[in-house]
């Protein structure tokens, strides 16, 4: 079992920037594969970013193409940590946003999520 723990959200003018964290539990999180994704009002829950490991201290990332250059997504391994970095943030990244696991060091499919954070950004 893995308990995934998302914070760092709140509101933001555009343009500011946030850094969210998610705390997991599990011994082997070094070889999970992590991600965020969000969810805005009335749309469907979208990818943001992810990472998988790819042996020894390497990691693998993917970004969508709306935040690519303006986020970025790390982990701290000795921490159990996830983080998003998000920079030059716009109205329209106002989202909850949700931290997933996968044990199976996968990108796209994800065995635990998060309860979310809400990010808001104003104009």
């Known amino acids: 079992q893995v308990q995934l723990v998302e914070s760092g959200g709140g509101l933001v003018q555009a343009g500011g920037s946030l850094r969210l964290s998610c705390a997991a539990s599990?011994?082997?999180?070094?070889?999970?594969?992590m991600g965020w994704f969000r969810q805005a009002p009335g749309k469907e829950r979208e990818f943001v970013a992810a990472?998988?490991?790819?042996?020894?201290?390497?990691?693998?990332?993917e970004y969508a193409d709306s935040v690519k250059g303006r986020f970025t997504i790390s982990r701290d391994g000795a921490r159990n940590t996830l983080y998003l970095q998000m920079n030059s943030l716009k109205p329209e990244d106002t989202a909850v946003y949700y931290c997933?696991?996968?044990?199976?060091?996968?990108?796209?499919?994800?065995?635990?999520w998060g309860q979310g954070t809400q990010v808001t950004v104003s104009s």
């Open positions: 997933a696991a996968s044990t199976r060091n996968l990108l796209y499919e994800h065995d635990y």
């Open positions: 599990g011994r082997t999180f070094s070889s999970y594969g």
């Open positions: 990472t998988r490991w790819t042996g020894g201290n390497s990691y693998y990332g």
